[in-house]
């Protein structure tokens, strides 16, 4: 087995951060059930919960829901039960909060690793075959073939998922998180105050220039200060990404398949149509003036106020969050979905949210240096057997869901917590179906999740042509992938400063054309070459 090579990595994306991973739990106390503990056969079924000895180590983030509810893995009730349910024992270490990549960093470039990691493998420099290589992680096709026959069971019903799960040469390298079902895949678009709409006698906008029209009569009959306002954090128009108000000019934020040619939206003529709208809408006072620098913080408060009408968000944290935020300024207040705007009313839209089955966050590897690969994977199996689904999906009966004509029902505890957490902070304490992790998510999570009627008719709402457009999840080879890498880093720059000079007037449009010469310069072109070359393996595969 290879040792890690200690090399800086390039996960850095700033200055190394000098911060090691710290120790973020103890183990969990053993099932008191000792005499139920069956050791699994060699090369069969496991039977949950193992009997071992060992204690496994484990890095990965703490969840966002459980900042200021939870200090650690240990002290929150999902870890400590599925301990209890597979019977192996778990030392959890976490990065400092929005510094993974950076922690990842330094802990590879020590050599201590710990037997699993949770991390997105697919912004490895280099890919998940780079990381195999260097001897951070496993191939883990043997393991699986021998130790996981749950997830292995589910690949061969699911072929579409198995080819989405494994690199060009074939190799599996991290345990996935899965979405079960289309239903789950769609959670993000417009979002409009309909108690405005209906006092105004506006209907539901579907073209931009209707949604025009909309925020003039937020700014001038509402008195909107920020009638369209949008997260730019970490970078602007964070939530941007998959299209909307763009996507009616043909374009979205990244690579997309256009008659099976791969395109960059931000060179292409409908990227300059965008930033000719939302630079008029903000001359016009129609986008927030701090539309450079809104943060949740900030993004939240416009909307609790009133001082924003309109903005794109998901149904769950945003409707979910804000929806009782606006009732409590104004009892009439109503967030509904809106659809992704069009150019012509009844055209379909071509772009929006839409999640690949095969979602990146919560894989979990188990690192090359692992003393207890095989117990890893059987750990880890556990999330897709039977069991382990109704567990990472609805935690533990009778305490966070009860079967009523067998089908799972959440509890109070988690939707109306009697500690006054919302319910994306009480289901992140039981269960891990409202994030990520290693199972597949069951769609009878989410419309109990979505527990308002708007939350619930959102998703249909949000429906757009954007599975026909999309690029499946490839992987540059590593030579690639660096490549790669350092051309997006200088084009991603530019994009975004770029986006904002025009939108806040600073530049004029006619520079358009100037910045997509500056993009050729930075070989975007070549960046499209290298995508084109791993959808042609992936296609093959």
């Not at 079960?180 to 506006?202: F, N, T």
Request: hydrophobic residues 35%; contains cysteine.
């Amino acid at each position: 087995m290879k040792k890690p090579k200690k090399i800086v990595s390039a996960l850095v994306v700033t200055t190394m951060m000098g911060t090691a991973v710290m120790a973020c739990s103890s183990p969990a106390p053993q099932s008191s059930s000792d005499n139920k503990n069956t050791p699994a056969p060699q090369g069969g079924p496991t039977t949950y919960p193992i009997k071992t000895d060992k204690t496994l180590t484990y890095w990965m983030e703490l969840p966002t829901n459980l900042t200021g509810v939870k200090s650690t893995h240990a002290d929150t009730p999902f870890f400590q039960e599925w301990q209890k349910k597979t019977g192996v024992p778990l030392k959890f270490t976490a990065p400092p909060a929005n510094q993974a990549k950076e922690a990842l960093n330094v802990m590879l470039a020590s050599g201590e690793l710990p037997d699993m990691i949770e991390f997105n493998f697919l912004d490895f420099p280099g890919g998940p075959e780079k990381a195999i290589k260097d001897g951070y992680i496993l191939k883990l096709n043997d393991l699986i073939d021998k130790h996981a026959p749950n997830l292995k069971k589910y690949l061969k019903e699911h072929p579409e998922i198995d080819k989405m799960i494994k690199t060009d040469n074939g190799s599996y390298y991290a345990f996935p998180f899965l979405r079960g079902d289309e239903s789950l895949m769609v959670y993000q678009g417009p979002i409009v105050r309909k108690d405005w709409l209906d006092e105004l006698g506006i209907p539901m906008p579907q073209t931009i220039d209707e949604w025009t029209a909309m925020l003039k009569a937020f700014k001038e009959k509402k008195g909107a200060a920020a009638p369209f306002t949008v997260n730019s954090k970490p970078r602007v128009f964070n939530d941007f990404n998959n299209g909307p108000f763009m996507g009616a000019y043909g374009v979205t934020r990244g690579f997309y398949l256009e008659n099976g040619q791969i395109k960059f939206g931000p060179q292409e003529k409908g990227y300059k149509e965008f930033l000719g709208l939302f630079r008029s809408w903000y001359a016009d006072g129609l986008l927030d003036k701090n539309i450079a620098t809104v943060d949740i913080k900030a993004w939240d408060a416009n909307i609790a106020s009133g001082a924003t009408g309109a903005t794109v968000g998901n149904a769950g944290g945003g409707i979910g969050k804000w929806q009782p935020l606006v009732e409590a300024k104004d009892p009439k207040g109503l967030l509904a979905a809106a659809p992704y705007p069009v150019l012509k009313k009844g055209d379909t839209p071509k772009f929006g949210q839409r999640d690949q089955p095969f979602s990146p966050g919560g894989m979990v590897a188990v690192t090359a240096t692992s003393k207890n690969a095989e117990l890893a994977v059987k750990l880890l199996d556990y999330g897709y057997s039977p069991e382990g689904h109704m567990f990472f999906n609805f935690g533990t009966e009778g305490v966070s869901y009860k079967l009523e004509n067998g089908e799972p029902k959440y509890t109070d505890l988690l939707l109306k917590n009697p500690d006054k957490l919302a319910p994306a902070q009480a289901m992140s304490m039981h269960i891990r179906a409202n994030y990520n992790g290693p199972f597949v998510q069951d769609k009878r999570y989410i419309m109990q999740y979505l527990a308002l009627p708007n939350q619930r008719e959102a998703i249909g709402v949000w429906k757009t042509d954007v599975a026909k457009h999309q690029m499946p999840p490839v992987t540059p080879t590593p030579e690639e992938s660096s490549e790669y890498a350092k051309i997006m880093t200088d084009v991603n720059t530019l994009v975004d400063e770029m986006t904002l000079k025009i939108i806040l007037g600073t530049e004029p449009l006619d520079q358009f054309e100037k910045y997509v010469e500056k993009l050729k310069s930075l070989k975007i072109d070549r960046a499209i070459e290298i995508q084109k070359a791993a959808l042609e393996r992936y296609n093959k595969r």
